[in-house]
């Protein structure tokens, strides 16, 4: 593995940078004030001009590899721009590159049909439009995917869905057009891992009904947002099957491998940004007759933050070029362990950060509680780290068995 990023890598990490610093930064306040004083589920303004902004520089679906309309990227490749991306909250929507709708992308284009493709995946690539994921349900264990209850039962030509999912993000936003539901088809498969199946649901399909919002610590996370989505019944047509009946883990394990690396990848821009301001808060006040900065305490603390950014990043960077060269398969143990110690590190780093600021810290001015509150968050999402862990500790037993 080489460290160093090529010239294609270093000349986007610069216009990535630039754009951020012109456009994105200072538009943040912006940002948080027309959510606040606007109806908090319409798409913001602010985001909807930078997106025509970096869509016209050429800055649009970075992430995506495997498609005409996107860079051409690798997962290696990728990793430094999803960083710079995720120093701040609205950051990789801008470039349309936010989850869910990067991994939804993915499953399309990967697994979706020519017609499926034109009719979800083109107006998703173009931004025209917005996706959410629902698999995740209330009433079971959803980190063991088969435990999922929703069912899928074919009638004629075509499929009734029942059930109903939560922690479906993106639901709540009015250009949410399309859902990918997951469910079981073939209960009774002595497979287990052969019950499930994908079926793509139009989010105005009668008998869709998404009954609440989720908040995250408080933090409701419009326009965007997490909703529990009730499923009465749904009919949609047999076409709207992904790949084929009982290969729905199958998609979700091939979804949730880069969905994982790219959170980690933003979760070290986080972790970035949350170490500068703790560090020009501390240069900026004095106590006890010196800069803050200049306590040893706060200087063994910034040295262990970068010491764990650095750590991280390499440990993502390691488990992107496995991707890229022998697959999700083979690099899923690296891919488990950034993914547990990815959220850990930002979590330490965001709670000294938040020391540093004391009281601000903890209220809506300085963006570190937001930050904690959806870091936090990424010990669960696409899998809880008692999971992750699990599958390292297998797959490091099996070196002595």
């Known amino acids: 593995m080489h460290f160093d990023y090529s010239d294609k890598v270093k000349a986007l990490q610069k216009r990535v940078t630039d754009f951020m610093e012109t456009h994105v930064y200072p538009n943040e306040e912006r940002f948080a004030r027309e959510i606040a004083e606007g109806d908090r589920w319409q798409p913001t303004r602010v985001v909807e001009e930078l997106k025509e902004k970096a869509r016209a520089e050429g800055l649009w679906n970075l992430f995506l590899p ?175 099957m992904l790949l084929g009946e009982g290969r729905g883990f199958e998609i979700a394990q091939g979804r949730l491998g880069p969905g994982r690396i790219h959170h980690c990848m933003r979760t070290i821009g986080v972790a970035e940004r949350s170490l500068e301001a703790m560090c020009k808060r501390l240069s900026s006040r004095v106590a006890f007759g010196k800069e803050i900065a200049r306590h040893n305490v706060w200087q063994q603390r910034i040295a262990d933050a970068r010491i764990d950014i650095e750590q991280c990043r ?60 959806g870091i936090r968050t990424l010990r669960l999402a696409d ?4 999971v992750h862990k699990n599958q390292i500790a297998r797959l490091e037993l099996k070196k002595y068995m």
């Open 66 to 240: 495997e498609s005409d309309a996107g860079a051409g990227l690798t997962n290696l490749e990728y990793a430094p721009l999803a960083e710079i991306m995720g120093g701040s909250m609205m950051g990789s929507e801008v470039f349309n590159c936010s989850a869910p709708d990067t991994g939804n992308m993915e499953v399309l284009a990967r697994y979706g049909s020519p017609e499926q493709q034109k009719e979800w995946l083109e107006p998703l690539l173009e931004g025209k439009i917005r996706s959410a994921f629902a698999m995740t349900e209330p009433a079971v264990a959803s980190s063991d995917a088969t435990n999922i209850e929703a069912s899928i039962k074919r009638d004629g030509d075509e499929y009734v869905l029942n059930g109903c999912k939560w922690w479906t993000s993106g639901a709540g936003d009015p250009r949410c057009r399309i859902l990918i539901f997951m469910g079981k088809s073939d209960p009774d498969n002595a497979n287990r891992h052969k019950q499930q199946s994908m079926v793509l649901v139009p989010i105005d399909t009668p008998g869709v009904k998404v009954e609440r919002m989720l908040s995250v610590f408080g933090y409701d996370d419009a326009p965007h947002g997490h909703g529990e989505v009730s499923f009465d019944n749904v009919r949609v047509p047999v076409s709207n």
């Open 383 to 386: 899998g809880p780290d008692e």
């Open 314 to 373: 390499l440990l993502t960077l390691k488990a992107a070029y496995m991707m890229d060269t022998v697959g999700n398969k083979v690099a899923r143990a690296e891919i488990a362990m950034i993914k547990v110690a990815a959220p850990r590190m930002a979590l330490k780093i965001i709670d000294d950060a938040i020391q540093a600021f004391g009281a601000g810290g903890v209220c809506q001015d300085f963006r570190l509680a937001y930050s904690w509150a």
